[in-house]
């Protein structure tokens, strides 16, 4: 059997009303499929898609979601009904019936922070389908993440706006790929989801998040020239020949933990909405993307995590300093 045939095949199932209120509620922010859409092309291929609530109240967001191919599936407010149980209700019959009639399907996605939707969830593992949970945090209920297989939050998804401005040619879906971090960034996702990490299969994971992707317009003859010259840029290490591994380099990371050392050892501990203007006055070129991360928030927890700063403070008041000790890495 061909290795893409082994690949995850993905329905998702968006409690639109729950994440539209919690990301506005809790984020300060419509919410955006974009980056959700992201995340499960970099874990399968994506064939079903459908969002639930009563669509009068959430006009504005239509356009959004059937750019991303998401059928909108209308829960219309009932006199003396719930409308929030229609829809629950809507969801779990649709998605107990999918798994049932078609096989192949090996994921289910449920997004939702509403743990009355947990006999879904645990039906559907019953029937021996992977699944993936995506809420809003604060939104979450707790008894919801443990009962899935993997649960990811939406606040952690979220680009943040100063990291990649968007363009009117973003908004209406035109390619991504003129900037070669869309490459490192799906590279750091599917090495997270699957492990070793094919060339073949990162071409595939690109395409399935930019359909137009194209190396030839980035320059490149074909995309083992690509990945030779990210190699040459220090962004990728490549193993064997023909499909070879790729991997995130480590030696790139280190020099950025050197740079981060470095700063703060000269400046002293530095305002946290300021540390990605200061990192790039020490290094223009530094682009949290090309090592992999989807914003300059996970790149900081990630640091944080590995011991190279420390945080402190509250809110908008976080600096930014160096670990009283680092640790062993």
């Keep these: 059997m061909a290795t893409h045939e082994l690949e995850p095949r993905i329905a998702v199932f968006l409690d639109y009303e729950n994440l539209a209120i919690g990301a506005k509620d809790n984020l300060g922010a419509p919410f955006d499929f974009g980056p959700v859409a992201d995340a499960l092309a970099e874990r399968g291929r994506v064939i079903h898609r459908k969002a639930y609530a009563d669509w009068s109240y959430f006009d504005s967001d239509r356009r959004m979601l059937t750019r991303h191919q998401v059928e909108l599936v209308d829960i219309p407010q009932k006199m003396g009904g719930s409308r929030k149980n229609a829809a629950d209700i809507k969801m779990a019959i649709d998605a107990i019936e999918l798994a049932l009639d078609r096989e192949y399907l090996t994921t289910f996605v449920i997004c939702t922070g509403d743990s009355d939707l947990s006999p879904l969830v645990q039906k559907l593992r019953e029937l021996d ?6 809420g809003v945090r604060q939104s979450t209920s707790k008894l919801l993440p443990p009962a899935c297989d993997e649960f990811m939050f ?35 996702g599917l ?11 990162l071409k595939r994971a690109l395409l399935r998040k930019d359909p137009t992707f194209s190396e030839a317009e980035l320059g490149f003859r074909n995309f083992g020239a690509l990945l030779a010259s990210l ?3 220090g962004l990728v290490e490549l193993s064997g020949k023909g499909d070879p591994e790729v991997a995130l380099s480590g030696a790139n990371g280190a020099q950025v933990d050197e740079l ?12 946290l909405s300021g540390l990605k203007t200061a990192l790039r006055k020490r290094d223009p070129d530094f682009s949290e993307r090309n ?8 790149f900081v927890t990630a640091a944080e995590a590995r011991g190279v700063i420390a945080i402190s403070g509250k809110a908008d008041g976080r600096m930014v300093k160096a670990p009283s000790k680092r640790r062993r890495r």
């Design 291 to 298: 090592l992999g991360y989807r914003n300059f928030g996970s």
């Design 129 to 134: 389908r992977q699944v993936i949970g995506v």
């Design 260 to 271: 981060l050392a470095t700063l703060l050892k000269d400046e002293g501990p530095i305002p």
């Design 231 to 233: 190699a040459d840029r």
């Design 191 to 201: 090495s997270a989801s699957s492990g070793t990490v094919r060339s073949s299969s």
């Design 154 to 188: 939406y606040d952690n998804l979220v680009s943040d706006a100063e990291d990649e401005p968007k363009t009117k040619d973003k908004e209406d879906g035109a390619s991504k790929g003129s900037d070669l971090s869309l490459v490192t960034s799906t590279l750091a």
